[in-house]
């Protein structure tokens, strides 16, 4: 009795909701109906607030947004993973209708073995007519069926096609920081693992670290909300200023990481000077009561991949080159091997409590 009432509750929500999205003219998109369901269910007080801030008329890329913000973050992995399952039952459709073709095939190749062998002694004219009777029939048969099973291969390509590019574009959420946009983490160590995988990788790739000076300074002055900006503020500078074969990742905080591919060891160290002179001479304002001005600086450390041995020695090799430029007064590029002085040891708090 207690699951009926529940199911009779159940129906008279996704009722109301679905009213409701009627009413603000907001399309019944399943990712709309979940933020709404999320919203009016009573589990999610923060996104009603925000839902009812959009006005009378959400816009589309608004409700997006929502979406963004409080569902893709957490359930990237599930949806990458419904996505694969669902070109999963599609190939499944269309290795069943090649069954389907070979099966027909194979079943006119009987009927021909077995005509030839009929019209092997005497024919006489009623043996004949009905020889031309099944070859006939056989071939309509199979004319036919050819044509629906190309249709509906026709069919299913096309439907294919989109779940690949609908995947291609969930891996891209999945492996994108929403702050940022550029590569997250998780991107990273998979493109940093594949600088060993082919000796010419190797020979030419260089891990560039970056980290943005005294940023905990501003966060604790200003807020979070301005250290957000600054983060986007910088990330959208090496957006801007690298080529497509520098790969960007901000793998935690306030730390980046560049992959160069195809330069030089003096190329990649002008590389990243280059990028810690633009982000010195662009000041971030911030659109605040007064236009605050904050001038932005970041430190960096270089090292070749033929430095290292593996991508975990690569990484700690940059991080030293990096941790070098802080304490030599940051706001600068140095580039691995780094001459340790006796007795300097990492100070990991001071480092990292920037």
Known sequence: MQSEIRG??????????AGRMQELGVAGL????????EAYSGSNDSLLQALARLGPQPAQQDLDLLARDYFTQNNRESI???????????????????????????????????????????????????????????TDTTIAQGKQIASSMSDTSAELAEVKLKLEEYK?????????????????????????ADRRSTLFSALILADIDRFKDVNDRHGHPVGDKILQHVARIFRVNCNANVFIARTGGEEFAMIAEGLGEDAVTALADNIRGIVEK??????????????????????????????????????RALYASKMGGRNRVTRF???????LRKNWMLYRSE
């Open 172 to 196: 891209r959420l999945a492996d994108t920081d929403p702050l940022t946009q550029v590569w997250n983490r998780r991107a990273f160590d998979r493109a940093m693992s594949k600088i060993y």
């Open 80 to 138: 990458v993973e419904t996505a694969h399952d669902m070109i999963s039952r599609k190939l499944d459709t269309i290795m069943g209708l090649l069954l389907r073709e070979r099966s027909s095939l194979e079943k006119y190749g009987i009927i021909l073995d077995r005509t030839s062998e009929g019209l092997s002694g005497a024919v006489s004219r009623e043996m004949l007519r009905k020889v031309i009777g099944i070859m006939g029939a056989a």
């Open 282 to 319: 662009t000041p971030f304002i911030a659109q605040l009561p007064g236009a605050m001005r904050e001038v932005v600086t970041i430190s960096l450390g270089v090292c070749m991949a033929t430095e290292a041995s593996g991508p975990d020695d690569l990484y700690t090799k940059a991080d």
């Open 337 to 343: 091997p780094v001459p340790v002085a006796p007795g």
């Open 30 to 37: 399943p990712r709309n109906y979940e933020i709404f369901y």
């Open 8 to 17: 009779d509750e159940t129906a008279d929500l996704a009722f109301t909701i």
